[in-house]
Every structure is written in C-alpha cells, then in structure tokens.
Nanobody, 121 residues
Framework: QVQLVESGGDLVQAGDSLKLSCKASGRAFSTMGWFRQAPGKEREFVARIAWITDASFLAHVVKDRFTISKDNAENTGYLQMKSLKAEDTAVYYC????????????????WGQGTQVTVSS
C-alpha cells in the first residue's frame, strides 16, 4: 500500500495560481495521477505522470493551464495550476498505480484524502 498526503489546497480568486503537493510513502508505484471531484459530480481525471520516465498526460480541459511534475528524491508529486477558474473548484485527490499504463480512475489503487481548491469569481 502507498500512503499519500495532499496539501496546498486553498481559497483563491479567479486567475490566480496554486500548486498542490502529494507526498508518497510506503510501497513503490509506477504512476501518480491527480483527480478532482466537484460537489454533485463524478470524480474526474486531471493528470498523470509516470514515476520513472516522466511521461505525462493532462486532461483536455486543463492541459493549457495545469502542469504535473515530480521530485523523485522527495517522493512527491505536484500539480501546478494557473489561470484558475470557478469551474476548477473541487476536492483534488492524488492517487498511485502499480501500472505504467494507468489511465482511468479504476487503474489507481491508492488514494490520498484530498485537498480542497475553491476558486471564487
């Protein structure tokens, strides 16, 4: 099992930037992903990064504003969010998978507790 602790969520204004962190410990993993869940909506994929190769992929709705990165030495992943919009308001979760090919929510088997991002317009 991988233990994940997210941090960095906050209340910000539209147009602001925010950087989320996800500290991992425990077992090794192959992929770290970020998901978000807004009130009354399904949890949706945001971004993922391969822990060894750095290969990354972002959802279409955020790819021009968000960046996913990692620090292997710190075993920490990051989600840099810029030009935030009200519709980015959600609880953001990081998750890990033992698979290098993890893409969907069901492919990820360890989850953090989530961090709230609220964007006021």
């Amino acid at each position: 099992q991988v233990q994940l602790v997210e941090s960095g969520g906050d209340l910000v204004q539209a147009g602001d930037s925010l950087k989320l962190s996800c500290k991992a410990s425990g077992r090794a993993f192959s992929t770290m992903g970020w998901f978000r869940q807004a009130p009354g909506k399904e949890r949706e994929f945001v971004a993922r990064i391969a822990w060894i190769t750095d290969a990354s992929f972002l959802a279409h709705v955020v790819k021009d504003r968000f960046t996913i990165s990692k620090d292997n030495a710190e075993n920490t992943g990051y989600l840099q969010m810029k030009s935030l919009k009200a519709e980015d308001t959600a609880v953001y979760y990081c998750a890990t998978s033992h698979s290098r090919h993890a893409t969907t929510r069901n492919d990820f088997d360890s989850w953090g507790q989530g961090t709230q991002v609220t964007v006021s317009s």
